[in-house]
């Protein structure tokens, strides 16, 4: 199975995928880990990103879509991968199609981490990473607002979406993401 996990900051997008990847058995490819990754193991690539992730601004998408489709050509995603924060932009959602439509294996299910902002705020505060000041999770916000959240209607349209609520404890919240994945596994 190929899953897109969509959500703003501190959504659960990546407590959950956790859950999901155990669940599935398959790979979690996370953008905002591996670019981390880059980060700490000082690479070009992970140097020039960590000034957009300090300022909570997107990396370009032909970084980070260049970063993807290496990922997903190793032999691990072959049965499929979790993806975790990507796409986010909709250049990054059409080039990922375009991929995956190539090699005949398109995403199967769309989640969408419903949480209030108030809630988003507490929780990132509460975590401390080094893009958790208020100024960067404000901008995290915006970028979300204006970058991200036009996905959801472009996967609505393609019969994809499927909105979870993410308050309530992690367990309350995978319980209901694994109702969603169960029932697109029952019908695939
Ligand atoms: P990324 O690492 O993806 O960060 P993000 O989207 O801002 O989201 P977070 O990782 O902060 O939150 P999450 O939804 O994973 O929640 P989590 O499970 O951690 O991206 C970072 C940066 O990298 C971006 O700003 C950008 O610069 C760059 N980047 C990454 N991908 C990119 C892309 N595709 N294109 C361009 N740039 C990209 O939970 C948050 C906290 O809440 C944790 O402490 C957790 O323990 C807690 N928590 C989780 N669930 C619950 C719950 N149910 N109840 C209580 N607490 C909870
Ligand atoms: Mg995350």
């Given at each position: ?26 790979p ?133 979406l ?16 694994k109702a ?6 029952d019908?695939?």
């Open positions: 199975m190929r899953i897109v996990f969509i959500g703003p900051p501190g959504a659960g997008k990546g407590t959950q995928s956790a859950r999901l990847v155990e669940h599935l058995e398959v979690h490819l996370s953008t905002g880990d591996i670019l981390r990754q880059a980060r700490e193991d000082k690479t070009d690539v992970g140097l020039m990103a960590a000034e957009f992730i300090d300022a909570g601004r997107l990396v370009p998408d032909s970084v980070v879509v260049e970063i993807v489709e290496e990922r997903i050509q190793q032999p691990d995603c072959a049965q499929g991968c979790l993806f975790d924060g990507f796409p986010r932009t909709l250049a990054q959602a059409e080039t990922l199609d375009t991929h995956l439509a190539d090699h005949g294996t398109p995403i199967d299910l769309v989640i969408a981490v419903d949480v209030p902002e108030d809630v988003l705020i507490a929780r990132l505060a509460a975590r401390g990473r080094d893009d958790d000041i208020l100024s960067a999770i404000q901008k995290r916000f915006e970028q979300y607002q204006s970058m991200t959240k036009p996905l959801l209607e472009y996967y609505q349209s393609k019969g994809l499927q909105v979870v609520d993410g308050t309530g404890t992690p367990d309350e919240v995978f319980d209901r993401i969603v994945v169960d029932n697109a596994v019908n695939a």
